[in-house]
């Protein structure tokens, strides 16, 4: 039997609700220690392994028509992160051993099969923000200006050139050039 079970916690007490219907039909027991609560009922089991130690003096249990409610004195009014312990594994009590990564350089070695890998307008664009990127910031301004008043015709790296005057739109061979109609 599938049954849910949630938790909400005080500065006093934690409190376990169990959504299991007509309990008191089902047989339901549970049983509460110091580091444990155990409850059974017909086809359902319920272990946990608390992460706080409690009184289980003071603890106690009630059964209503669509649930079980535990509730659970704390031993202290530590907040709890979480209800129960963490499950120990082999990989919790010896990390394996990592070694440092260059992260630069992976991400070099990655560019460098990107440029092979890359044709036709990728290396192109590839090529273009290599250039970019390896400039001086005269070039770099240089490509900013022919290419944004061109249009996207015009692409040079002459600042001397290009800082005179407005760069001329210049489309590729058997096109026209027109401007939008406002």
Known sequence: MSVKHDWYQSEAKVVITVLLK??????YA???SAQRVHMTADDYDL????LHPIVAE?????AY?????ITLAKETGVRWETLVKPAV??????PPKTQAKNWDKLVSEEEQ??????KGEAALN???????????PEVQKAMNKSFSESGGTVLSTNWGEVSKEKVTVKPPEGTEFREWEK
């Open 30 to 32: 549970v049983e509460i």
């Open 47 to 50: 272990d946990l392994m608390l």
């Open 113 to 118: 099969v990107e440029e092979k890998e890359a």
């Open 89 to 94: 594994t082999a990989a919790m009590v010896a």
């Open 22 to 27: 007509n309990a008191e039909e089902k047989h």
């Open 58 to 62: 003071r603890s106690s249990h009630k």
């Open 65 to 69: 028509s669509s649930k079980v409610e």
């Open 126 to 136: 590839n090529l273009f923000k290599k250039i970019y990127s390896t400039s001086s």
